[in-house]
């Protein structure tokens, strides 16, 4: 079998993960984050700001320019938790809601696209494997950790 890490280099490039730009909808650019994001925030319906950092692994930092960014594209709004004014809830705008559709159909013709090469049983197995991986990988004391050395 090839190399583990080779392969997920492989993989990490055809997703486009490498690119600044990771997808552009209606003239706007968005970086892979940014993807993330809308994507995040659209599946968890007017998640807390916390929830969503946690779920991608950011500090809460980071993850605060990346919402103000979306903010100044007028993707994402934050509202106040009436129940603790110290909590920020988001949700996507009628904008923000259409570009991460739109992006979520553009991913899922791309796989669809992909997986027309495979067999059905090769797409179950895939499928199942990407589920183990995730898990296991959930596990680890490494995950989502930056590599050091």
Do not use: W
């Not at 990490?12 to 706007?28: A, Q």
């Amino acid at each position: 079998m090839d190399n583990a890490r080779e392969l997920l280099q492989i993989m990490t490039r055809r997703l486009g993960l490498l690119n600044k730009t990771c997808c552009s909808v209606g003239g706007c650019d968005l970086t892979t984050t940014q993807s993330h994001l809308l994507y995040e925030i659209d599946r968890q319906h007017n998640p807390s700001m916390q929830q969503v950092a946690e779920t991608l692994g950011t500090d809460i930092t980071t993850f605060s320019r990346q919402v103000q960014s979306l903010m100044k594209m007028k993707l994402v709004q934050k509202t106040p938790d009436p129940s603790d004014r110290r909590v920020y809830t988001l949700s996507l705008t009628p904008e923000g809601k259409m570009i991460a559709t739109t992006i979520d159909q553009q991913m899922n013709e791309y796989l669809d696209e992909a997986f027309s090469h495979m067999s059905e049983f090769e797409k179950e197995t895939l499928l199942r494997s990407i589920h183990l991986f995730n898990e296991a990988m959930g596990k680890s004391s490494k995950c989502c950790a930056p590599v050091t050395g």
